[in-house]
């Protein structure tokens, strides 16, 4: 990848990188032309290998410069061929929701109604090029100083034309924030974008989102078979009402647009007036909940054939899946830490009693996905450093903005990579990344990763045994 002060196009300074994935890197930027402070979006070198991937990157390009809105990033250039791919676009001074929500825990209902009007307000300004979001959540809501939201994060829109932003195939989407029609595999449309930013409202009232369980099948299924879960009472009823409506598992009880989304959070902003509640279904017993019963049953037959159909909810970030580790007591009883099982104490966090090799990562809208484990002595790009719980809060934050914590950067750090090493000389200047994992409702491990500089691979072992 690049390194600071590589100038892009004979024009754009990299001075700061400030995210990461596994598509590619965020950079604060100089435009030595114009005299201005930017954002660049870089692409890895190995996806350039893909012709379709650069045509989409192309299609994130045009379906945001086509949006003319204050809440939405401006973008000022692009380029993209074989040799490189990036995006220039404005720079935001501020911090996504998402970490703004690991820091405070919630907002306040005025805040909230705040927030939600501004979005939804960009988002009605998508609409109207005939563009569906598909990935509205925290960490692509951009915070200024001055309190204004920002929308970015186009890659997976979907146009008027059917135009996918990312690998076609499975389902599309952060699966927290996903409407039930997508879990489904029926296309999205301008109210699954209402639907997923009615999570977001959820989330800033209560701390946590609506729906949650061990893994994303189970939250799927809590999603197209009941209702959220009513927030607390000290939220107003008037705001409680009104995300409740975006919260429909019916689209058609949603708010129709986001335009009256954003005006009846301005009316209960100011107090003008209330919203009308969406229908809440009630579940008896009887007929009615043997029908409902009946209902659940067939809307798991349809998610089961969508995961198995594209990958779909498989290849989700929060995995969930019993292959990896939970966190259990080590046998020494004058040890206070915990490890997980199949791993050995290590210094302050965990490492693997035998070398731990991945494939390339990948990333959507900034969620991690799952990377395919290969044996280490075949040429593989990333290798296991250390591990330990995902502190608290960083599961609200981006994949690629993790390194702007403190603890995850103390974690993932070039000091650890030393102490594991097996050639310091060789591995000194391996690029690192923090991924996580959920592997159950409670417990989210991160690992520390690191490969070779401009996406290269390896062959056999580079860090040391613990066991």
Same mark, same amino acid.
């Given at each position: 990848?690049?390194?600071?002060?590589?100038?892009?196009?004979?024009?754009?300074?990299?001075?700061?990188?400030?995210?990461? @994935?596994?598509? @590619?890197?965020?950079?604060?930027?100089?435009?030595?032309?114009?005299?201005?402070?930017?954002?660049?979006?870089?692409?890895?070198?190995?996806?350039?290998?893909?012709?379709? +991937?650069?045509?989409?990157?192309?299609?994130?390009?045009?379906?945001?410069?086509?949006?003319? $809105?204050?809440?939405?990033?401006?973008?000022?250039?692009? $380029?993209?061929?074989?040799?490189?791919? !990036?995006?220039?676009?404005? $720079?935001?001074?501020?911090?996504?929701?998402?970490?703004?929500?690991?820091?405070? @825990?919630?907002?306040?209902?005025?805040?909230?109604?705040?927030?939600?009007?501004?979005?939804?307000?960009?988002?009605?300004?998508?609409?109207?090029?005939?563009?569906?979001?598909?990935?509205?959540?925290?960490?692509?809501?951009?915070?200024?100083?001055?309190?204004?939201?920002?929308?970015?994060?186009?890659?997976?829109?979907?146009?008027?034309?059917?135009?996918?932003?990312?690998?076609?195939?499975?389902?599309?989407?952060?699966?927290?924030?996903?409407?039930?029609?997508?879990?489904? =595999?029926?296309?999205?449309?301008?109210?699954?974008?209402?639907?997923?930013?009615?999570?977001?409202?959820?989330?800033?009232?209560?701390?946590?989102?609506?729906?949650?369980?061990?893994?994303?099948?189970?939250?799927?299924?809590?999603?197209?078979?009941?209702?959220?879960?009513?927030?607390?009472?000290?939220?107003?009823?008037?705001?409680?009402?009104?995300?409740?409506?975006?919260?429909?598992?019916?689209?058609?009880?949603?708010?129709?647009?986001?335009?009256?989304?954003?005006?009846?959070?301005?009316?209960?902003?100011?107090?003008?007036?209330?919203?009308?509640?969406?229908?809440?279904?009630?579940?008896?017993?009887?007929?009615?909940?043997?029908?409902?019963?009946?209902?659940?049953?067939?809307?798991?037959?349809?998610?089961?054939?969508?995961?198995?159909?594209?990958?779909?909810?498989?290849?989700?970030? +929060?995995?969930?899946?019993?292959? +990896?580790?939970?966190?259990?007591?080590?046998?020494?009883?004058?040890?206070?830490?915990?490890?997980?099982?199949?791993?050995?104490?290590?210094?302050?966090?965990?490492?693997?009693?035998?070398?731990?090799?991945? =494939?390339?990562?990948?990333?959507?809208?900034?969620?991690? $996905?799952?990377?395919?484990?290969?044996?280490?002595?075949?040429?593989?790009?990333?290798?296991?450093?250390?591990?330990?719980?995902?502190?608290?809060?960083?599961?609200?934050?981006?994949?690629?903005?993790?390194?702007?914590?403190?603890?995850?950067?103390?974690?993932?750090?070039?000091?650890?990579?030393?102490?594991?090493?097996?050639? =310091?000389?060789?591995?000194?200047?391996?690029?690192?990344?923090?991924?996580?994992?959920?592997?159950?409702?409670?417990?989210?491990?991160? !690992?520390?990763?690191?490969?070779?500089?401009?996406? =290269?691979?390896?062959?056999?072992?580079? +860090?040391?045994?613990?066991?």
């Amino acid at each position: 990848m690049h390194s600071p002060g590589a100038l892009l196009g004979g024009r754009y300074r990299l001075d700061e990188r400030i995210g990461a @994935g596994g598509m @590619g890197e965020v950079w604060r930027a100089t435009d030595t032309v114009l005299k201005r402070v930017v954002a660049v979006k870089t692409v890895l070198p190995a996806l350039l290998d893909d012709p379709g +991937f650069v045509r989409r990157f192309l299609t994130e390009a045009r379906a945001m410069a086509g949006v003319r $809105h204050r809440g939405v990033v401006t973008i000022h250039d692009y $380029h993209g061929d074989t040799g490189g791919a !990036y995006l220039v676009m404005e $720079h935001i001074d501020g911090e996504p929701l998402s970490r703004a929500l690991a820091r405070h @825990g919630r907002l306040t209902a005025e805040s909230t109604l705040g927030l939600l009007a501004q979005t939804a307000e960009a988002l009605q300004a998508v609409h109207d090029q005939g563009i569906v979001h598909r990935d509205v959540k925290p960490g692509n809501l951009l915070v200024r100083l001055d309190g204004t939201v920002m929308l970015t994060d186009f890659g997976i829109a979907r146009t008027q034309d059917d135009t996918s932003l990312t690998t076609p195939g499975g389902i599309l989407g952060t699966p927290s924030y996903l409407a039930p029609e997508q879990v489904l =595999g029926q296309p999205a449309d301008a109210r699954s974008d209402i639907y997923a930013l009615g999570v977001v409202a959820y989330e800033c009232l209560s701390g946590h989102r609506p729906f949650t369980g061990d893994n994303p099948f189970a939250v799927a299924m809590q999603r197209v078979g009941q209702l959220p879960p009513p927030l607390g009472p000290d939220v107003p009823a008037p705001v409680a009402a009104l995300v409740e409506r975006a919260l429909a598992e019916d689209p058609e009880q949603r708010w129709p647009s986001a335009a009256a989304l954003a005006e009846a959070a301005h009316g209960v902003l100011n107090g003008s007036h209330a919203p009308a509640p969406s229908p809440r279904r009630s579940v008896g017993r009887g007929t009615g909940g043997r029908a409902r019963n009946r209902r659940v049953r067939v809307l798991a037959a349809a998610v089961a054939l969508v995961v198995l159909a594209g990958g779909g909810l498989a290849g989700w970030a +929060f995995w969930g899946s019993d292959t +990896f580790p939970r966190w259990t007591s080590p046998d020494a009883p004058a040890a206070d830490q915990r490890v997980p099982a199949g791993y050995v104490a290590c210094g302050a966090y965990a490492c693997p009693p035998e070398p731990e090799c991945w =494939g390339g990562l990948t990333s959507s809208g900034g969620t991690a $996905h799952r990377p395919k484990r290969i044996a280490c002595d075949q040429p593989h790009p990333w290798e296991t450093v250390v591990v330990a719980a995902l502190p608290a809060g960083a599961e609200f934050v981006r994949q690629d903005e993790l390194m702007a914590r403190a603890d995850i950067a103390a974690l993932c750090s070039a000091q650890a990579v030393a102490q594991r090493t097996r050639d =310091g000389v060789a591995t000194a200047n391996w690029q690192r990344e923090p991924w996580p994992i959920q592997v159950d409702q409670d417990t989210w491990l991160l !690992y520390c990763l690191a490969s070779q500089p401009e996406g =290269g691979v390896t062959t056999g072992p580079a +860090f040391q045994n613990a066991g």
